[in-house]
């Protein structure tokens, strides 16, 4: 059969976090200065403040969603940020029961720091693939009243939604990190606490305990007790493999760093807290757009004490240690010191401007802030300084805490008292502005760091071991280096359109096709060097084995049931009546799973590991409970199967697939398993558990109808299938990847041959599955050129 072009199949984008697809996000406002308006709202003076939302009507990829409330949202995208400031959306503002695609919000981030956009998504897949669930992100062209606002990711909120996807248990505390912290201890009281997390839900019950006991544990159980108690009350193999990527990626604006950017979640019923990754636009600092990127971000607060003599701070951000500043003092004088100290001639109002002006390699960047200064006020005799709590003798505390939030003078709430905090830590003293360094390396061994966590777990030996193995892990797949080799710069292709479009970006365009590209100053390449710093580290610690990898085939996904009740008789060690899944060992030596994953999703192909030193040995069988019951003995995954049909995948740690089987609708207690047993097609059958399939019964269910071939494999157009016994039996053909994603929508035939159109696809491994009227199931590997 010869294929002619007379159908196009077009790749599928179910969903908002479907990377593959640029997606187009329009708000419509009545208000003809929203941005303004959003602006307006958002106080940077007001770090922690709450942020009133604005409703604009919004539709997604051209489905109506309705009215949803918008706000700006960061920190440092702020300060530091693009004209694009990032944005909140709560589809559930206005109507509780507003769903789009079942999420209640989602953020729009503008990449600060990142030319590339993609640090985000690169950093949340290798928390996924070593094992941690993390954020998906995805890239849109946004516009407001059909006007372009800009190219942004869309990242996903850590909230209800996310805790019901990658949780067991999705109903107990989850907390925010909302400022710099270091996990003080600071007593029973829970408004302690409120200036460092902020609980985001099960707020009417508003329980603490937990949280204050976890950090009662970190400061204050002795170095004896510590590798035990810290284990009862906080999940430390999920948060090692989280440091062990952070150190990877030398993520500074991290735990690692700055005390800061995560979520704790409280499993209730287990007692345990979970970290949650958050905010990775700063990690894997280097290449064009943040060793060239020229920032100047004036900003200054004076400390007034109702006389004329006034002195000045320097709240500065800039990317560059050569910055000149240029001080205006409003009555003719000037100064060219980072922090002067000015006399008036006398007591008044006047305009005080502040100019910097940063040079970084050829480039120059300036900026001037001005404010009026009345001299006559006398800060220290504000309430709150009178009465301690802002520290009386710290007049740069004083000036910028009133800079910041005036309001704190004469009133003391939450929001002061984690405005202090943030003051107090980050700049101690009177200490002045700085430039943002993006030098940080941080070596492999943190057992000196001042940072309480780290430092104490690491110096539990066992603990340092396990940091250790995953960091060998994840260096022996080079960071994943083949995984993003191709991923990187497909992402930059798909929106390099929407970055030249936005006229923010445009003097960044040069640095984003370096980033996005293969060769010098990209972010491949600093994946690559980064990963060559770690390995010459760690052959300093320890001896990383080396990474083996299955072949496909070699541990097969042998018999599943996804609808298990109490009728079946099958139960996991605690009498429980989950999913599972049999795994076969297909070949003459035992397996070593340590570094294998299982999961039921195509876009997290590292969803579930295996815990280390799992074994299934030669010709023998592996049951794997599907219940999310990841805290109980033996091997429960994180995740269970869906009774109307999913994905099941087995992989490798470097992403490449052993098996993957996809299923439709299954029924209770009825298994679906392979005949031959092993290598053989997925059957209905009476349940085997543990032994071989191959019984008369399941044998007389194999279908000829789908004994076929394809050719030209590889293909890069067209995709021929054969089928040598012709029947009128309807078949169907669906295109999926690797990892069981459908990337093709069904073709149906009737006879003979069929021809599919692969043009579109991206040049890799494929699946053509394939089902007839029975429900019997089949699969083909092919390649597309």
Known sequence: MVCLQTTLFAQSGSDLFDVEVLHDIRFTSNDPNFRNT??????????????PKFPAELVIDGEVVGTVGVRHKGFSSVFFGRENKPLKVDINEYDP??????????????????????????????????????????????????????????????DKEFLQDNYAFADGNLFKNKDWNNFEYFGMDPNEYNRTYQLKTNREADDWSGLINLMNVIDNSSDEEFGSAIDEVFDVDRYLRVLA??????????????????????????????????????????????????????????????????????????TSPETTYVWEFGDGNTSDAEEPTHVYDSLGVYEVCLSITAVLEEEVCAQTYCQTVDNRVDQSACPNVLNGNIPADNPGIIARMLSYNPQC???????????????????????????????????????????????????????????????????????????????????????????????TLTRSYPDFLVETGTGEGSLLELITLRNEELRADLDSQTTCQPLLALAPGDLAINEFMAVNDSLSGITDQDGETDDWIELFNNTSSDLDLSEVYLTDDGDDPLKWQFPAGTIVTAGGYLIVWADKDDDQEGLHANFRLNRDGETIAINNADGTTIDVFTYERQENNVSMSR????????????????????????????????????FPNPSSNWLTVDFPQPTDSEIALEVRSITGQLVLPSLHRTRGSACIDVSALRPGMYLLTLQDVAGNRGAIRFAKQ
């Open 409 to 503: 003078c004469d009133t003391w709430d939450e929001n002061c008292e984690s405005l202090l905090y943030f003051l107090v830590s980050t700049y101690g003293g009177s200490g002045g502005g700085g430039y943002y360094d993006d030098g940080f390396n941080f070596a492999v061994d943190q057992r000196e760091t001042d940072r309480t966590l780290i430092r104490r777990l690491l110096n539990v030996p066992e603990y340092y071991e396990a940091y250790l193995d995953y960091l060998c892990s994840i260096t022996s797949s080079n960071l994943f280096l083949a995984y993003f080799e191709n991923v990187i710069p497909a992402n930059g292709a798909l929106i390099d359109s929407a970055f030249q479009d936005d006229a």
């Open 38 to 51: 959003l602006l307006d709202n958002f106080d940077v003076n007001d770090v922690f403040g709450e942020k």
């Open 97 to 158: 029961d507003q769903r789009y695609d079942g999420l209640r919000k989602f953020n729009l981030n503008n990449a600060t720091e990142d030319e590339s956009f993609q640090r985000d998504l690169v950093c949340y897949e290798l928390m996924r693939r070593a094992g941690v669930p993390a954020p998906r992100v995805s890239f849109a062209r946004v516009y407001l009243n059909d006007d372009y606002w800009g190219l942004f990711q869309i990242v996903e909120q850590v």
């Open 245 to 318: 990527v952070d150190v990877a990626t030398n993520n500074w604006d991290s735990n690692l760093e700055h005390g800061r950017n995560w979520y704790l979640y409280e499993d209730t019923r287990a007692g345990k807290f979970s970290w949650i990754p958050w905010d990775y636009n700063f990690a894997l600092p280097g290449g064009n757009s943040q060793d060239d990127y020229c920032i100047a971000f004036a900003r200054y607060a004076p400390y007034l004490d109702g006389t004329t003599t006034v002195q000045f701070f320097n709240q500065s951000f800039t």
């Open 675 to 710: 005949v031959p047993n092993g290598t053989g097609d997925f059957v209905a059958q009476q349940t085997t558990f543990g032994v071989n399939n191959e019984t008369p019964s399941s044998i007389s269910n194999l279908a000829n109808s789908l004994r076929a071939s394809v």
